[in-house]
């Protein structure tokens, strides 16, 4: 069982930075890949980024590639977002995941864990 929790959220205007945390416990967070996801309202859940357990494989959506980058401190046991140059259509609530069966995932059901998101909002 891992348990994930999501900081890090909040209030920007277009053009600014935030950086999202996701602080796992639990099993090995070194075993896990792990994932990011937004929702906006009204809309599908989406894929954002992935970092693999073992830190060398990354992978972006191509709405945030050049924009967003994830990373993992396998020490602190926490996975992190930042997200640069923040645009008003990156609103949304965001979601880390872990997976335990893919090295590499970016479908919602390839996902074993999920935290319980945190807001984003920007402002134009």
């Known amino acids: 069982q891992v348990q994930l929790v999501e900081s890090g959220g909040g209030l920007v205007q277009a053009g600014g930075s935030l950086r999202l945390s996701c602080a796992a416990s639990?099993?090995?967070?070194?075993?896990?890949?792990m994932g990011w996801f937004r929702q906006a309202p009204g809309k599908e859940r989406e894929f954002v980024a992935v970092?693999?357990?073992?830190?060398?494989?990354?992978y972006y959506a191509d709405s945030v590639k050049g924009r967003f980058t994830v990373s993992r401190d396998v020490a602190k046991r926490t996975a992190f977002l930042q997200m640069n140059n923040l645009k008003p259509e990156d609103t949304a609530v965001y979601y880390c995941a872990a997976s335990g069966r893919y090295y590499s995932a970016t479908s919602d059901h390839q996902y074993d864990y999920w935290g319980q998101g945190t807001q984003v909002t920007v402002s134009s």
């Open positions: 970092i693999s357990w073992s830190g060398t494989i990354t």
């Open positions: 639990g099993r090995t967070f070194s075993s896990y890949t």
